[in-house]
């Protein structure tokens, strides 16, 4: 068993556990590897002339080649943060905050979860700059001719999820990037849902910052990645200041390092590191297509089996244009005790609004339960979900 907490019991019942879009579970590699960075390898990074201290160094720049391979990225443009809610607020304070005032605007969309939504009106109410959201269709998709109205000046910055979180939606990233850089506008991509299910390629969908977390992706929690466009990180100022991050310090004055230091203050998360390296090694070992195929079949059976089920309601576009997500809501029963009904029965989802206050209120509920599978899914723990419902 690659995932050791998978042969753990619930309430008298084997645990199926289908809360992979809040975090997913870690597989021994990834439990081996940051133990192992404990045992072999703990001192601090960029610092020592020690062999643990270079040892260490290894380990964690390590990681960040690895990251870069993974999703096809500039190696310079790979900030480590503590997760994609950190990746998106240095975006929002060190790049949108000073060069944006009241006659620009950021564009973000109904579907976002709060990470990427509430940083952009704290710069608005900072600048005075405008913020306008594209519209979601009743299937869960982005609204073509929002897009089209808003992907326009004053625009600046369009803030968008490659993948809902609640819905599952796969946006077109891709056409949406080359959309807004026709117009000059810088894209910022939340991508906390789409790494770990996909293979991304940054390079290619050319996006300007794409931030994501370990968590979700088979590795722990506590560090994540902003990717940015090099060229854009060494025009902005640091988000946080003090140490590591520095060149020279006097008593007036003090220059910054080179990135993607720069962004990166203090002791790092460098167990996470090692972690995160791992995770992503297992995930590019078993196969990003083959899991993205496992899960689309998953969520096909899922998606039948739950329509059987009376007064549910599904939400979310029909057929393979969303990855392993469904919410739903059965009728006169409150997501919050779907939710403890089912974890009686060994089955862990989750109940509320998933961060997602202004999509909830688009799609007219309060809350709704989510189901969400990974590659350690199968069809007997849909089974299991379905027949506790």
């Known amino acids: 068993m690659d995932f050791p907490i998978l042969t753990e019991r619930v309430n008298g019942h084997p645990l199926v556990y289908l809360d992979s879009a809040a975090t997913s579970q870690k597989p021994a590699v990834v439990i081996d590897a940051i133990s192992d960075y404990y045992r072999t390898a703990n001192?601090?990074?960029?610092?020592g002339v020690h062999g643990l201290g270079e040892l260490a160094t290894e380990v964690f720049e390590g990681a960040r080649e690895t990251i870069a391979a993974f999703v096809s990225a500039d190696p310079r443009g790979v900030v480590f943060v503590r997760n994609t809610t950190e990746g998106l607020n240095l975006v929002a304070q060190a790049y949108a905050r000073p060069r944006f005032g009241p006659s620009d605007r950021i564009v973000a969309t109904v579907m976002e979860h709060h990470a990427n939504l509430v940083p952009?009106?704290?710069?608005?109410?900072?600048?005075?700059?405008?913020?306008?959201?594209i519209s979601v269709t009743d299937e869960g998709r982005l609204d073509q001719e929002s897009v089209e109205r808003l992907l326009q000046a004053p625009t600046r910055l369009l803030a968008v999820t490659h993948v809902s979180n609640v819905l599952g939606t796969i946006n077109?990233?891709?056409?949406?990037?080359?959309?807004?850089?026709?117009?000059?506008?810088?894209?910022?991509?939340?991508?906390?849902?789409?790494?770990?299910h996909m293979t991304v390629d940054i390079a290619d969908l050319d996006a300007d910052?794409?931030?994501?977390?370990?968590?979700?992706?088979?590795?722990?929690?506590?560090?994540g990645v902003l990717y940015g466009r090099p060229q854009l990180l060494e025009e902005m100022p640091p988000f946080l200041t003090g140490g590591s991050m520095i060149s020279v310090v006097t008593l007036e004055s003090t220059s910054w390092n080179e990135i993607p230091h720069k962004f990166e203050a203090g002791t790092p998360d460098i167990a996470g590191a090692a972690g995160l390296r791992a995770a992503a090694g297992y995930l590019m070992e078993t196969g990003l297509d083959l899991i993205r195929i496992h899960e689309e079949e998953?969520?096909?059976?899922?998606a039948e089996a739950l329509s059987e089920v009376p007064g549910l309601r599904q939400y979310g576009p029909p057929g393979r244009d969303r990855l392993g997500i469904i919410s739903f809501n059965l009728e006169g029963v409150h997501p919050h005790d779907v939710g403890t009904i089912l974890d009686r029965e060994g089955v862990a989802v989750r109940a509320g609004h998933h961060c997602c206050q202004p999509l909830m209120r688009r799609l007219g509920v309060a809350a709704t339960t989510r189901a969400s599978f990974y590659l350690y899914n199968d069809r007997d723990e849909v089974d299991a979900l379905v027949r506790g419902l």
């Open 298 to 302: 998953l969520t096909d059976y899922a």
């Open 209 to 223: 910052f794409y931030a994501f977390s370990g968590h979700k992706m088979c590795g722990p929690t506590g560090i």
């Open 172 to 196: 077109p990233i891709r056409e949406l990037i080359e959309m807004a850089h026709r117009e000059g506008i810088v894209v910022c991509v939340d991508g906390a849902q789409a790494v770990p």
């Open 120 to 133: 952009w009106q704290q710069v608005r109410d900072q600048t005075g700059c405008q913020l306008d959201f």
């Open 43 to 47: 001192a601090n990074v960029h610092r």
